[in-house]
């Protein structure tokens, strides 16, 4: 069974653009999680969405979206770009909405840097 | 505010010691606690888990304690292998099928051969 597969792999945007990351959950899991990893915070939650419904957002301005399709593939996008978005952003799925004993499956990431 | 604390930023041991990577944490609501391995340019990937009705859960090597009334809970690694060394996450979420993952900054663990 194929993993999470997170696409780009790499990124390398200016201040002002906006970026859109793909994620495409493991066959079979309807919940996709988001995270943004930097050096200093450690994983920070982005939101998560389950069956197209966003269930949970984490502590980030709304220039941070996200969305889920049908078929559960995810995509998040990020405008007006600062500096400070640079980051890897990592994309998680589970079978079931991310609670209780459920693990996470995480991607390799999408590494965005912000010149 | 940090709900998930792990102070130590890095660990380096001797292959085939023990390693002992420690977390903390603050919210008592907390039930559920994961550890997440990762190496470099891989997403995290889980190791062990444990709920707050069990102190002790063992998988092979890996251990995981949890002291629910110190808010602590460590992860043993007995016997350290060069493989592991890695980035170890701690997380934990409250209890509540809408309750989402909070992360620890990450223990960067260095084996020594």
């Known amino acids: 069974k194929a993993g999470v597969t997170q696409t780009p792999r790499y990124l390398i945007k200016t201040r002002g653009q906006q970026v859109t990351l793909s994620c495409s959950p493991i066959s079979g899991h309807r919940s996709v999680s988001w995270y943004q990893q930097t050096p200093g915070q450690g994983l920070q939650f982005l939101f998560e969405y389950f069956s197209e419904t966003q269930r949970n957002k984490g502590n980030f301005p709304g220039r941070f979206s996200g969305r889920q399709f049908s078929n559960s593939r995810s995509e998040m996008n990020v405008s007006t770009l600062e500096l400070g978005d640079s980051a890897l952003y990592l994309c998680a799925s589970s079978p079931a909405p991310a609670g209780g004993n459920e693990k996470l499956f995480f991607g390799s990431g999408t590494q965005l840097s912000v010149l | 505010d940090q709900q998930v604390k792990q102070n130590s930023p890095s660990l380096s041991v001797q292959e085939g010691r023990i390693s002992i990577l420690n977390c903390d944490y603050t919210n008592s609501m907390f039930d559920y606690f994961l550890w997440y391995k990762k190496y470099p340019a891989e997403g995290p990937t889980f190791l062990i888990s444990i709920s707050s009705i069990k102190d002790k859960n063992e998988d092979g090597r890996f251990t995981v304690f949890l002291n629910k009334s110190a808010k602590h809970l460590s992860l043993h690694i007995v016997p350290s292998q060069p493989g592991d060394s890695a980035v170890y996450f701690c997380?934990?979420?409250?209890?509540?099928?809408?309750?989402?993952?909070?992360f620890g900054k990450g223990i960067t663990l260095s084996v020594r051969p």
């Open positions: 997380a934990a979420r409250p209890t509540g099928a809408n309750s989402k993952l909070t």
